[in-house]
């Protein structure tokens, strides 16, 4: 099982990006995806979360500016971010859940890199 995350960039205050996160392998069933992020110098995360049924859960310094969504069929989880801060700037991680026919196991994408500055 693999994780590819993609759509990191510099971008200005105030601007958008959107992050995509695509699993690939034996996959049997994906239970919670996330993104989480880690600044330098800081602990990861927890940025945003989905469950397959679509319940979602949001930090609170992101709330009403990151939208985090999925696609099941094509095992992608996405996550939209608009009204980007400097502090926003971090290593952005992809997580999912994974039973690949056994137990849920946790998986990581590689990261993917967000800079905020004008």
């Known amino acids: 099982v693999q994780l590819q995350a993609s759509g990191g960039g510099l971008v200005q205050p105030g601007g958008s990006l959107r992050l995509s996160c695509a699993a690939s392998?034996?996959?049997?069933?994906?239970?919670?995806m996330g993104w989480y992020r880690q600044a330098p110098g800081k602990q990861r995360e927890l940025v945003a979360a989905?469950?397959?049924?679509?319940?979602?859960n949001y930090a609170d310094s992101v709330k009403g500016r990151f939208t985090i969504s999925r696609d099941n069929v094509k095992n992608t989880v996405y996550l939209q971010m608009n009204s980007l801060k400097p502090e926003d700037t971090a290593v952005y991680y992809c997580?999912?859940?994974?039973?690949?026919?056994?137990?849920?196991?946790?998986?990581w994408g590689q990261g993917t890199l967000v800079t905020v500055s004008s």
């Open positions: 997580k999912a859940d994974i039973d690949s026919g056994s137990y849920y196991l946790g998986y």
């Open positions: 392998g034996s996959i049997f069933s994906i239970n919670v």
């Open positions: 989905i469950t397959s049924g679509g319940r979602t």
